[in-house]
T-cell receptor, first 112, second 113 residues
Framework: SQTIHQWPATLVQPVGSPLSLECTVE??????LYWYRQAAGRGLQLLFY??????ISSEVPQNLSASRPQDRQFILSSKKLLLSDSGFYLC???????????FGPGTRLTVT | DAKTTQPTSMDCAEGRAANLPCNHS???????VYWYRQIHSQGPQYIIH???NNETNEMASLIITEDRKSSTLILPHATLRDTAVYYC??????????????FGKGTKLSVIP
């Protein structure tokens, strides 16, 4: 069966510090991968998606970036965090041709 | 994508059916209706989707009106573990290589003992 992992589960970082969040998927190949952010009390916002290794599409201009160095690995990064980057970050995967999207457990980021 | 409108919150007694409505009056012919839910502090969970026919799976039933302008998600026997925020999303199907989900604020369902 397929599983999706995210780490860390929680993170507290000072403003201006770098960020690296990792997501890995097991049990499938060539998935579509997604990064979402959910600010407190708000809905989900798509940040990046990837349909293959090295292929990244950005939905929202920001100081974040994403990379997909391996087929089932998706990384969210920032060189300098802002206070507004605080939120709940979710990674998701979807198999091409399917309707369902499966989410990881999320990382709660607090920028202080 | 078509816009959806959901009530902000609903209560349901444990063991009773929970009926969650969603209006999507601007839905186009190739757009599907999807439902996801998010239990507090967890990632969203796929529930069900449909195009125009009613659908049922082990989690829920989806009733779509004939004109497709609204739908209802039915949890037949709500339990306390069904307390969550439920999101109704309207989106083109899976044919494209990319498939982004955009969630609004959803309906907060509280199942009461």
């Amino acid at each position: 069966s397929q599983t999706i992992h995210q780490w860390p589960a929680t993170l507290v970082q000072p403003v201006g510090s770098p960020l690296s969040l990792e997501c890995t998927v097991e049990g499938t190949s060539n998935p579509n991968l997604y990064w979402y952010r959910q600010a407190a009390g708000r809905g989900l916002q798509l940040l990046f998606y990837s349909v293959g290794i090295g292929q990244i599409s950005s939905e929202v201009p920001q100081n974040l970036s994403a990379s997909r160095p391996q087929d089932r690995q998706f990384i969210l990064s920032s060189k300098k965090l802002l206070l507004s980057d605080s939120g709940f970050y979710l990674c998701a995967w979807r198999q091409g041709g399917s309707y369902e999207q499966y989410f990881g457990p999320g990382t709660r980021l607090t920028v202080t | 994508d078509a816009k959806t409108t959901q009530p902000t919150s609903m209560d349901c007694a444990e063991g009773r059916a929970a009926n969650l409505p969603c209006n999507h009056s601007t839905i186009s012919g190739n757009e599907y209706v999807y439902w996801y839910r998010q239990i507090h502090s967890q990632g969203p969970q796929y529930i069900i989707h449909g195009l125009k026919n009613n659908e049922t799976n082990e989690m829920a039933s989806l009733i779509i009106t004939e004109d497709r302008k609204s739908s209802t998600l039915i949890l037949p026997h709500a339990t306390l573990r069904d307390t969550a925020v439920y999101y109704c999303i309207v989106r083109v199907g899976s044919g494209a290589g990319s498939y982004q989900l955009t969630f609004g604020k959803g309906t907060k369902l509280s199942v009461i003992p």
